[in-house]
């Protein structure tokens, strides 16, 4: 329990606050049990904040979608950022839609997490700042919270009594316990021109580690915003145990066994010690931003305790009374200095050249103007109940001390990344309703072009998707940007850009295919193979389908192709498929004429008529699908046209192949130059209709 910090005076003013446009982003669980009454009390308490507060929760599953649509227009439910194959989104793909808000501000924050209204005060006075900002605040614990909120916005506690804001406030203020720098974390910025920090996010799993102080030092670090924490002037926290909306006790259930999961925290560890300056920081960094505090109906800006540099570097030249800390101070300072942590950073000798941002010469050459900054913040608070404000800041500072990023574990690359699934437990994850599954085969040569399928898929609410790596650099890509992976037996040595068609490269990979299908089958599961070099324009599967049993549906290729075809889990197939595996481990050639030639016989002679071969062994019928469903590189021209997607679409494509070109190189060129790519190289995400409501130079 903390006591220390004295009663807030009330600061709410609807005038004041009228106006300012907030969009809160959170990206909930399934709305099941505590966990889901938790949420839902949690975003109750934020819709009471303000009528001019909207929140979009990320999320793909049903009771989120539900419980969104009842809270419409004010609350969206957008599933159109990228999540892991077990459907946890990635906190970079969070942190970029977060970006492209039109509001005043946008404000990440845990689902969980309770919000009070001195939060929206906050706000406003951070939104009178005149420099870009980023606010980062922790979430303190509640063990027991004895109140409940329904849609109406108000405060209930057991038996349905209403409750007044100022009680709950009170009780918060009572019992909130920090943990050890364990709790969740909020944050919220201006949505300025300014990115959030230097350089690119990469691809964190959302909630597994490591990704909140990756950002706040890289916010830091870069010197674009002005950065601060707010944890002690805002009322957030995450109650543990209490009471769900019918005022019925609940207990908080035990955080789900983690045994499995093991990989997604690896992962996380493994990406912040590679991107960014996290991992390469000197040991004597300082990565504690300026504290935001409220005393007295106030707010004041405090350096962080224990920086000793920064300390001796301030010359105390200026009274209290010189400087007001009211917003027109702030503005007034802020106009001259445009951002603290550049100020903070030239006195500890960690001066970094930003091109964004300029430091005022007269700090530099000592004046008694430049010193102001720092006397109004700390020099106008030395008497009265200010003093005794910081002194508990302080102290709380050194509770909490969570801003240093000071893990508990050795940050390092890991030396190998893996999933802890075997291939039948993947396929029991992926595998819809009806035992399917799409497969795709890839070496690290085509790893975007992967990407840009599986973003393609999942465009198409496609999820049904496997991915057999046949080297370790695809495969620990894969597992870093959530997909459903395995490997095929050894890793295979693969030519970046000497494994296309003819090549013996080429013909090893094609060798694979077969056998990781035929094993597929034997598991009990339809397989669509796809090449990753498939257009798909809408899902196959349906018209695949109706084929039926003893059918293996293909894509026609003069013969020769084994890029896209359907195959079920049936008797026939599976004898046809291990022939053509058998086959194929006794020829020099690709696998695509042992394909044809099992099949269809040397010389076609199993052939019956344009379209069909009849296996005479399994009686396994191969149908070879209409080209102008399922063309490939070399039909009609459709690459050589200029507006390829109205050529498909008159056509009546379902997919097209962009085979039959020569060179890993030339096949991205065409593919990205037709508009057929949606997968964004740089940032590492998928391409999203809303990344164009904003520009945006990174994040």
């Known amino acids: 329990m903390d006591q220390g910090r004295p009663d807030r ?21 399934a709305f099941v049990g505590s966990v889901g009454a938790r949420q839902a009390m949690a975003i109750h308490s934020w819709l009471a904040l303000s009528p001019d507060l909207q929140v979009v929760l990320f999320a793909q599953h049903p009771s989120v979608l539900s419980f969104g649509k009842a809270l419409e227009p004010r609350v969206t439910v957008e599933g159109d950022i990228d999540f892991t194959f077990l459907g946890t989104p990635m906190f970079h793909s969070m942190v970029t839609r977060a970006r492209t808000s039109n509001s005043d501000i946008a404000v990440l924050i845990e689902p969980e997490s309770v919000l009070l209204p001195d939060f929206m ?41 209403l409750v007044e804001h100022e009680k709950v406030q009170q009780y918060y203020m009572q019992k909130h316990q920090w943990i050890n720098c364990e ?48 944890s002690e002037a805002i009322s957030i926290f995450h109650p543990e145990n209490g009471l769900n909306f019918n005022g019925h006790s609940t207990e908080n259930v035990a955080i789900a066994d983690k045994v499995g999961r093991i990989w997604e925290i690896e992962g996380n560890m493994h990406l912040a010690a590679l991107y960014g300056s996290f991992y390469f920081r000197p040991a004597n960094f300082s990565n504690k931003p300026v504290k935001l505090v409220e005393c007295d109906g106030k707010y004041y800006m405090i350096n962080p305790p224990n920086e000793p540099k920064y300390q001796q570097a301030i010359k105390q030249e200026s009274s209290a009374s010189e400087f007001n800390s009211d917003r027109e101070g702030l503005k007034r300072i802020h106009k001259n200095v445009k951002l603290m942590t550049s100020f903070r950073r030239f ?21 008694g103007r430049s010193y102001r900054w720092k006397n109004m913040i700390l ?74 399928w599986v973003c393609r898929l999942r465009r198409l609410k496609i999820n049904n998707f496997l991915v057999c790596a046949i080297d370790h650099q695809v495969y620990e890509f894969a597992v870093l940007q959530g997909l459903p992976v395995f490997m095929d037996g050894p890793a295979m040595n693969i030519s970046f850009n000497d494994c296309h068609f003819g090549t013996k490269c080429f013909q090893r990979v094609t ?32 018209y695949l389908k109706s084929f039926g049993p003893g059918v293996l549906a293909a894509q026609s290729d003069e013969y ?44 076609g002679v199993n052939r019956v008529g344009d379209y069909l071969c009849v296996e005479p062994e399994t009686n396994l ?49 065409r593919q990205v130059a037709s508009g057929l790519w949606d997968y964004d190289v740089s940032s590492r995400m998928c391409l999203q209709r809303w990344q164009g409501a904003k520009s945006m130079s990174s994040y």
Request: glycine share 8%.
């Open 9 to 29: 005076a009330p600061m709410e003013d609807k005038e004041l606050l009228s106006g300012l446009t907030v969009t809160i982003f959170s990206a909930p669980g």
């Open 121 to 161: 005060t906050a706000l406003q006075y951070a939104h009178g700042l005149e420099h870009d900002w980023l606010l980062v605040a922790m979430s303190p614990k509640v063990s027991y919270f004895p109140f409940y909120m329904e849609s109406q916005g108000q405060w209930f506690e057991e038996g349905g009594l």
């Open 183 to 230: 709790g969740g974390k909020l944050w919220a910025w201006n949505t300025g021109e300014l990115p959030l920090h230097a350089g690119v996010m990469p691809p964190f799993i959302y909630g597994k580690g490591f990704h909140n102080e990756w950002l706040l030092n890289e916010a830091m670090s870069s010197d674009f915003r002005f950065v601060f924490d707010a």
């Open 347 to 367: 006195f500890l000798g960690k001066r970094q050249r930003k091109p964004s941002v300029r430091l005022d010469k007269s700090l530099v050459q000592g004046s």
């Open 379 to 452: 020099g106008s608070i030395k008497r009265g109940p200010r003093a005794e404000c910081i002194h508990i800041s302080n102290t709380e500072g050194r509770k909490l001390d969570c801003s240093t990023s000071e893990l508990k574990v050795d940050l390092k690359p890991a030396l190998t990344l893996s999933l802890s699934f075997s291939l039948e437990s993947l396929l029991q994850k992926v595998a819809n309703h009806e035992n399917t599954i799409v497969l795709a085969v890839v070496g690290n040569n085509y790893r975007d072009m992967l990407m840009s």
């Open 511 to 542: 060798k694979v295919k077969s056998r990781v299908v035929l094993q597929i089958l034997q598991l009990g599961y339809h397989v669509l193979l796809s090449d990753v070099d498939v257009y798909w324009f809408k899902d196959p599967l349906p």
């Open 560 to 603: 020769n192709e084994t890029g896209f075809y359907f195959a079920r889990s049936d008797h026939a197939t599976i004898v046809a498929l291990d022939k053509i595996v058998k086959h194929a481990a006794l020829s020099d050639l690709s696998e695509q004429p042992s394909f044809y030639d099992t099949l269809c016989g040397e010389g």
């Open 621 to 669: 019928t191969v149908h070879f699908l209409d080209r102008n469903k399922f063309p490939n590189g070399a039909f009609n021209g459709l690459w050589e046209k200029s507006n390829l997607k109205g050529a498909c679409k008159d056509q009546g494509c379902i997919i097209l192949h962009n085979n039959w070109i020569s060179g890993r190189k030339k096949k991205l060129e």
